[in-house]
C-alpha cells in the first residue's frame, strides 16, 4: 500500500505552537494533504497523552485513528526529547524522536521519564539524559519502540550540530548504535547533501516536517510502499528498500533557518566559502558565526 508518513509535528502543549493543532484538525488537514500517516507528537506530556487515550482508538496494529471517523487517517504514537548533559567535556544539545507500538507502551516511558525530569512543562520535554540512555529506557519497555535522531544538523540541538553535536554517531550511542536505522535530515538539508557523507550511507534518511501549525504538515514526509501498520512503516525504514521506501517530500534546504552560515541577529548570511574569507567571523559584528548545514556537512 503506497503511504505518506509525517511523523514529527508537536501538540498544542509544546511551546510556539498552534492551538488549533488538535487531533480532530490534524485529521482534518492530513485527509487534505493526502497524509496517511500522521504522528501524534508529544505523547510524554500527559495532558496530551489523555487526549490521545480519550479520542483515539486502536486501527491497524500499532496505529491509531479518531473515534467515531472513518477518514482513512491514522496516528502514530511519537514524542520529540530534547537533552541536554555533559559527554566528552562538553554540553551536548541533542533532539531525539521517539516512535512507540502502543499507548500502553507510551505510558510506561512517560513514568520512567518523569522520575528522570519534568515531563508536565512542555510537550518537547527539556532532560538531562544521554540519547544513549533514553535508547535504552525506550527498548526496556518494549523492544519495538525506535528512536531516530531528530533533524541531525541543526547547529544548536543535533547529533552532528556545529555547536554540541559529534562527529560519528558512535560518539553519541556507542555500544547502541546498532539500533539506530534511521536519521531525520531536517528541513536545512535534503538527501543529496546527506548523501555526501558516505558514513550515513547504512542509515535510512526520513523527513517530517517538524510542524507548528496545522498549514506546514507535510511540508516534509516519507513516501512509503508498504503494510499499514506501525511494524510495515518501521520494517521499510529498517530495509531501506527502494522498493518501499520510494522517496520523501522535501522543503527547500536553502529556506531552512541553519542552511547558511551567519548571525539572525546581524542578518548576516554566508556561503562556507564566504564564511573561510572571513575567518569564520561574522561581517556585521566580528564575532564567531554560527556554522550552518552547509558547511558541517562540506566539513564532515
Not at 51 to 70: D, F, V
Not at 158 to 170: P, W
Not at 236 to 243: A, G, I, L, Q, V
Request: aromatic share 8%.
Amino acid at each position: 500500500m503506497k503511504i505518506i508518513a509525517d511523523l514529527h509535528i508537536h501538540s498544542p502543549y509544546s511551546r510556539a505552537v498552534s492551538k488549533a493543532m488538535t487531533l480532530e484538525n490534524l485529521d482534518h488537514w492530513a485527509g487534505l494533504k493526502g497524509i496517511t500517516v500522521m504522528g501524534t507528537g508529544d505523547f510524554t506530556h500527559p495532558a496530551w497523552i489523555k487526549e490521545i487515550k480519550q479520542k483515539l482508538e486502536p486501527a491497524e496494529p500499532g496505529l491509531y485513528k479518531l473515534k467515531k471517523k472513518n477518514s482513512g487517517i491514522r496516528f502514530l504514537l511519537t514524542v520529540e526529547i530534547s537533552s541536554i548533559y555533559s559527554k566528552g567535556g562538553e554540553v551536548r544539545r541533542i533532539h531525539s524522536l521517539l516512535f512507540a507500538p502502543s499507548i500502553r507502551a507510551a505510558e510506561k516511558i512517560n513514568a520512567v521519564l518523569n522520575v528522570r525530569g519534568n515531563i508536565k512543562s512542555d510537550g518537547r520535554p527539556i532532560l538531562g539524559i544521554d540519547p544513549k540512555d533514553l535508547l535504552r529506557i525506550a527498548l526496556d519497555v518494549d523492544s519495538q519502540c525506535v528512536l531516530v535522531p531528530a533533524h541531525i544538523w541543526t547547529p544548536w540541538f543535533a547529533l552532528f550540530g556545529s555547536k554540541s553535536g559529534f562527529d560519528a554517531i558512535e560518539e553519541c550511542f556507542e555500544e547502541y548504535t546498532k539500533h539506530i536505522f534511521a536519521l531525520e535530515t531536517g528541513l536545512s538539508s535534503d538527501p543529496a547533501m546527506n548523501w555526501r557523507l558516505s558514513a550515513l550511507d547504512r542509515f535510512a534518511l526520513i523527513s517530517n516536517s517538524d510542524s507548528h501549525s496545522l498549514r506546514r504538515i507535510g511540508r516534509e514526509a516519507n513516501i512509503l510502499d508498504c503494510e499499514l501498520s506501525y511494524h510495515g512503516i518501521m520494517d521499510t525504514f529498517r530495509s531501506k528498500d527502494p522498493r518501499r521506501f520510494l522517496s520523501t517530500v522535501e522543503f527547500f534546504p536553502e529556506e531552512g533557518m541553519y542552511h547558511y552560515d551567519g548571525h539572525r541577529a546581524c542578518n548576516s548570511r554566508l556561503t562556507p566559502d564566504e564564511t573561510r574569507k572571513l575567518h569564520n567571523l561574522c561581517p556585521v559584528c566580528g564575532k564567531p558565526v554560527t556554522v550552518g548545514v552547509l558547511n558541517r556537512v562540506a566539513g564532515l
